[in-house]
């Protein structure tokens, strides 16, 4: 039976009065109506919405429309279906800006790939202006994911991020010049308050750099340039206009209009929308895109407001991770999109993967060490579970009862469910096969070493499930580079007397160290132990352990984020703000202090190799160039 929605024109973010507002909806044929009468629509000119007050639409919920067969041609500033939008995402740029979410340039790499899997359209590889580090990684990643094209012709656009000026251009340009869609995407702020106490510069001085940046940015040869005003959300609306018509001139292919400081509501994002859809000059030759943070919660609705008001191509992240509360979480917009596109939002529809969505979170978690909360929708660990009596009834006779998404869709295997059980006798090919179905391609080191942690668990389990497999490779693959590695470990602790651990490290060079400390329980003892090896004087700013799986022989997963007691700063390109960094390190093991011990250790080397290639950069920039 048909369920019926009212959209608004009062309260929907879906329905923008302008008379100049180019928003349109589906025509009747476009929609889909289970019943035998649907309901009639009035003929509505294409570039407005009717005046009446409100509009009755009734519409099947119906989680799941099917999924199109190819994504349009690849046009940096035209998309040849109307209805597709282009997924941008900036795990790599924007994600990494959040505190404790150091990434290595071999982390970059492997998400770069887990991205491209995925389907995005677009890869914000990074700011390769920041740092030596973040150029070489937007470079790997341009040459390698940026190059590999797909039997249907697919590879995503590399993308990188850059100030309004020529050296930031010229880097970006440099570091994704290689890829075979590579693309520059530069920014300068234009709201009031920017202008006045960042910038320090008036509306025409930011006019006229936009302008000459965007034409210098085509003049390297890249013919894909996106420009964004920072702080789109609170610029005066004329300037605006003004601002993205000049670069539109100057060879924009892309404007992103980001809300900064998420401050919009849905209403008013999507009215700025399509406000700049009906007042700028050229922009039918253009994308729109939107970028929404999520600091009042509101950035997945914000970012649907604005495709349904002519934006065509949505900023997001894995996870939502981002600067301060983060960004639109690319799972959230994308699985809106695909639940109620066809339905709801005129036919949009994306050209996203869904099944690599769990394995996308899962290694961004891993990665950056930033634990997502169970509620966390989609990919969060209660987004599938159901304890309510109430609801349990439900599930059992009909899951549609009380699940829009099918678990399955998403690429969730539920622990109750699976199909290949694995246990002490399975071999080695079984093991390869099940870690593939999940997403993970090991090479035959890795596949090896894992191998051996297996049998190992499966030893003291009678029963080994995805969720210890995934803990598994998470602790064997996604650790940064090693400097100091975990040799041996031993722990006396009790009620009897002080805790005692002995730790044996084996450094870069392949020498032993041994130390022994005491503390106030086996995981403070094992760290200070190890403080004692590595001679770095740390703050251990957060502790977290979960297990993966229920029982008393679960898997332990732990993590840690620690800060250098010592120069271990770096500067914020985006806001000139020297920054003490955060790292963060994940381990996994039956033992529980195994686990918090190989965490700190991760941690450790991950603060370690950024040291070094901070100390690299400072030593380049220190040395005299000759002219």
């Not at 989609?378 to 159901?386: E, K, P, S, T």
């Not at 995934?470 to 805790?499: M, N, R, Y």
């Amino acid at each position: 039976m048909a369920s019926s929605i009212l959209i608004s024109s009062k309260f929907s973010p879906f329905h923008f009065p302008s008379p100049k507002s180019s928003l349109f909806l589906p025509s009747p044929t476009s929609l889909h109506f289970p019943s035998s009468n649907p309901p009639h629509f009035p003929s509505f000119p294409s570039k407005s919405l009717p005046k009446a007050k409100s509009l009755l639409i009734s519409s099947s919920l119906a989680p799941t429309p099917p999924t199109p067969l190819c994504r349009p041609l690849y046009i940096p500033n035209h998309i040849p279906d109307p209805n597709y939008v282009r997924i941008f995402d900036t795990t790599l740029r924007d994600g990494e800006q959040s505190p404790g979410a150091t990434l290595t340039s071999k982390e970059k790499l492997d998400i770069a790939r887990q991205l491209a899997k995925l389907g995005v359209d677009i890869i914000e590889a990074g700011f390769p202006a920041a740092s030596k580090d973040d150029f070489e990684a937007v470079t790997a990643i341009a040459n390698e994911v940026g190059n590999a094209e797909d039997e249907n012709g697919y590879v995503p656009v590399i993308c990188g991020l850059s100030r309004c000026n020529e050296n930031d251009i010229k880097a970006a340009w440099e570091a994704v010049k290689y890829a075979k869609r590579p693309r520059i995407h530069t920014f300068i702020a234009t709201s009031g308050i920017h202008l006045e106490y960042k910038l320090r510069k008036s509306k025409e001085e930011v006019l006229d750099i936009a302008r000459s940046m965007v034409r210098f940015a085509r003049s390297l040869g890249c013919d894909d340039v996106e420009f964004s005003p920072e702080d789109a959300g609170r610029s005066d609306r004329e300037f605006l206009y003004e601002i993205l018509g000049e670069v539109i001139k100057a060879g924009a292919t892309t404007l992103n209009i980001p809300d900064t400081v998420g401050i919009t509501m849905p209403s008013e994002f999507g009215q700025l929308i399509a406000d700049i859809k009906a007042n700028t000059p050229g922009i039918e030759n253009v994308i729109i895109s939107t970028h929404c943070q999520n600091d009042l919660g509101l950035s997945t609705a914000n970012t649907l407001a604005g495709a349904c008001a002519g934006a065509r191509q949505v900023e997001v992240t894995i996870n939502g991770i981002g600067e301060r509360a983060g960004n639109a979480s690319l799972e959230e917009v994308v699985m809106a999109i695909k639940c109620r596109g066809e339905h709801v939002l005129g036919g949009l529809y994306t050209g996203i993967n869904a099944q690599h969505i769990v394995m996308s979170s899962k290694m961004v978690e891993d990665y950056t060490g930033l634990h997502i909360q169970p509620h966390k929708a989609i990919v969060g660990a209660n987004a599938f579970a159901h304890e309510s009596g109430i609801h349990q009834d439900g599930m059992l006779k009909h899951k549609g009862t009380y699940e829009i998404i099918s678990p399955e869709d998403i690429g969730l295997e539920r622990s109750n469910e699976a199909g290949i059980v694995l246990g002490k006798l399975s071999g080695r090919h079984a093991l390869k096969d099940r870690l593939k179905e999940l997403g993970y391609e090991l090479d035959d080191e890795q596949l090896g070493n894992i191998f051996w942690r297996f049998k190992a668990v499966a030893e003291q389990k009678k029963r080994v499930t995805d969720a210890d497999l995934i803990a598994l490779v998470s602790d064997e693959v996604f650790q940064p580079e090693v400097v100091w590695k975990l040799h041996d470990l031993q722990v006396t602790c009790g009620t009897l007397g002080l805790s005692t651990a002995t730790v044996k490290l084996i450094g870069a060079d392949g020498e032993e160290h041994v130390a022994c400390s005491v503390g106030t329980g086996p995981v403070d003892s094992a760290y200070k132990a190890i403080d004692l090896i590595t001679k770095e004087p740390v703050a251990l700013l957060e502790y977290s352990m979960i297990a993966v799986t229920e029982g008393i022989d679960a898997i332990a997963t732990t993590r840690v984020l620690i800060r250098a007691e010592k120069s271990c700063i770096s500067t914020n390109m985006l806001t000139g703000e020297i920054v003490q960094r955060t790292f963060s390190g994940t381990g996994a093991g039956m033992d529980i202090v195994v686990s918090s011990v190989k965490a700190y250790i991760g941690a450790l080397n991950k603060m370690l190799g950024f040291k070094e290639q901070y100390q690299t950069k400072a030593s380049i920039e220190r040395t005299p160039v000759s002219a």
